[in-house]
């Protein structure tokens, strides 16, 4: 029986989100849940492409993809003093 935790999963992103910030949780091969952050680059061939803040691009196969969501863009980055 799933956990009631797994029931509320829910992916609301589509390919209609590309270029918005997304967050999204998937299931890595050890059983573990893993979150990226960041901009809806592509969705292609099964693949979502994430550009996270730093640059670093994300390919994550959909089928392992267990939640997801548009959020609000990332807070301006603090200058430092």
């Known amino acids: ?3 009631q935790f797994a029931a509320r999963l829910v ?20 059983g573990e849940y893993s979150d990226v952050v960041g901009v809806l680059e592509s ?3 099964g693949i979502l492409t994430v550009r996270r ?3 670093e691009i ?3 196969p959909e089928g392992i993809v267990v939640a997801g969501k548009v959020v609000p863009p990332a807070p301006p980055r603090r200058r430092s003093s």
């Open 53 to 55: 803040r730093d640059g």
């Open 43 to 45: 969705w292609a061939d």
């Open 11 to 30: 992916v609301t992103v589509s390919p209609a989100d590309m270029g918005r910030r997304v967050s999204l949780r998937r299931r890595l091969q050890t």
């Open 1 to 3: 029986m799933p956990s």
């Open 58 to 60: 994300v390919e994550i």
